[in-house]
């Protein structure tokens, strides 16, 4: 095999999966998360939006807090994907496309979220609050299998074994449920009911895209022992699909 077959061989709908540390990019990619971290912050605590004018004056603080925290959540998990879960490779295309996504997206919920483009305030109630549950349990859904599935690898008698325990026996990619349902959380926040076509996005690239590019590569590396695990898991909702 070349160079090259072997670099197409190992990026898998569109994710190079071959090993690698990648130092630089990654520490790009969160420096310019951390940005706009940074940004939200200006947007909702410093003042940023008077700068346009009176007109642009917060009027849903509580909320605006609520989405940036989101954000900040976000950002740390990041980072702990980043340094410590992921062992694949980040390649320049993946940190800089994923940044320019993130960056406007994550400024934007922000300033959706103080009001701004509101005729009266809003307060908060119990969609807000299932809005919440969301993203705490999404959060919790993608970070703790990433963790349970790193700390089995950990172990040498495991190597070249599929794994099918902790949370993934509820659904093959719960990681990524687990992120569709955090960013359904975080759209639902801003109260701005458009935004929910992100996660609707998300969700449709991981069902027709993501997920069956990572299935066949699965197959090809696990083969009989993934072919067992995906013919009695559910592929993305636990119980339901």
């Known amino acids: 095999m070349t ?22 990019q990654k520490f790009v990619f969160l420096s310019i998360h951390l940005v706009s971290l940074a940004l939200c912050g200006w947007v909702v605590f410093g003042g940023a939006l008077e700068m346009f004018g009176k007109g642009w004056a917060i009027k849903e603080p509580v909320r605006a807090s609520i989405v940036f925290g989101v954000t900040a959540l976000y950002v740390f998990r990041h980072g702990i994907t980043l340094f410590y879960l992921l062992q694949r490779k980040v390649v320049w295309s993946e940190a800089l496309s994923l940044s320019f996504f993130l960056l406007p997206m994550e400024v934007g919920f922000c300033v ?15 969609l807000d609050y299932v809005a919440l549950g969301f993203v705490l349990v999404g959060s919790f859904f993608n970070s703790w299998s990433e963790l349970q599935r790193k700390w089995w690898k950990k172990d040498p008698a495991h190597k070249g074994k599929c794994y099918t325990g902790g949370l993934f026996a509820y659904s093959m990619h719960v990681n990524y449920f687990g992120d569709t349902l955090l960013f359904t959380g975080w759209a639902l926040l801003t109260s701005v009911w458009w935004t929910l076509g992100l996660p609707l996005f998300m969700a449709i690239s991981f069902i027709f895209f993501h997920i069956p590019g990572l299935d066949t590569y699965l197959e090809e590396r696990y083969g009989d022992e993934f072919k067992e695990y995906a013919s009695k898991t559910k592929k993305f909702v636990p119980f339901v699909y």
């Not at 190079?16 to 540390?21: L, M, Q, S, V």
């Open 3 to 24: 160079a090259k077959e072997q670099v197409d061989a190992n990026v898998i709908a569109g994710v190079d999966r071959a090993h690698g540390r990648s130092y630089i």
């Open 112 to 126: 959706l979220a103080t009001g701004v483009f509101r005729g009266e305030a809003l307060s908060l109630w119990w």
